[in-house]
């Protein structure tokens, strides 16, 4: 009898053990929907401020102390200091730089991040640009998403729509 006891006791815990993590995981889906979607709306205000104050302004604020920008002919320039350095050579005043974010996920401890999608770039007297980009995150010590990895590539057709470029993804994938 006391060993029924004791099973029953165990059995009950192991039960709400399993209960808990359950809800847990229900929990951890609805907070992972909730980072994903704050990840994606820095990414949103993170092109707002490109658009009203200029991209300079807009990658130092955004930017990591240690973020690195990938740019195309050119060794990864790293560290905010050596990006407002680089950024001062390249005064935005006649281009305007905006982006569209298609997608972003977040790790499971919700200090890292990606956002992914397509950018418009117009610099006055040059043929307007398109491409994709991609931008990894993590929060910094006062918990606000801070870039640390951005990179884009040029050359997608102005007329190509990003539903487009997700069609023609599916296609290859069968």
Not at 35 to 50: C, E, G, K, Q, V
Request: charged share 25%; aromatic share 8%.
């Amino acid at each position: 009898m006391k060993y029924c006891i004791l099973f029953f006791i165990a059995a009950i815990a192991i039960s709400s053990c399993n209960q808990n993590d359950r809800s847990h995981g229900k929990m951890t889906k609805a907070k992972m929907d909730s980072l994903r979607n704050d990840l994606l709306n820095t990414d949103i205000d993170f092109s707002a401020l490109s658009e009203e104050k200029g991209r300079n302004a807009a990658f130092i604020e955004y930017a990591a102390d240690d973020a690195t920008l990938l740019r195309p002919n050119s060794m990864p320039v790293t560290g905010k200091d050596s990006i407002i350095h680089l950024l001062a050579a390249h005064p935005d005043s006649l281009r305007k730089l905006t982006w569209i974010p298609i997608s972003s996920d977040v790790a499971r401890s919700g200090e890292i991040g990606f956002t992914y999608g397509t950018y418009s770039l117009q610099i006055q007297g040059k043929p307007h640009e398109e491409g994709t980009y991609c931008t990894v995150w993590h929060k910094d010590k006062n918990k606000k998403w801070k870039f640390i990895l951005d990179t884009g590539n040029d050359g997608l057709h102005p007329l190509q729509r990003t539903d487009d470029i997700a069609e023609e993804t599916k296609m290859t994938k069968k």
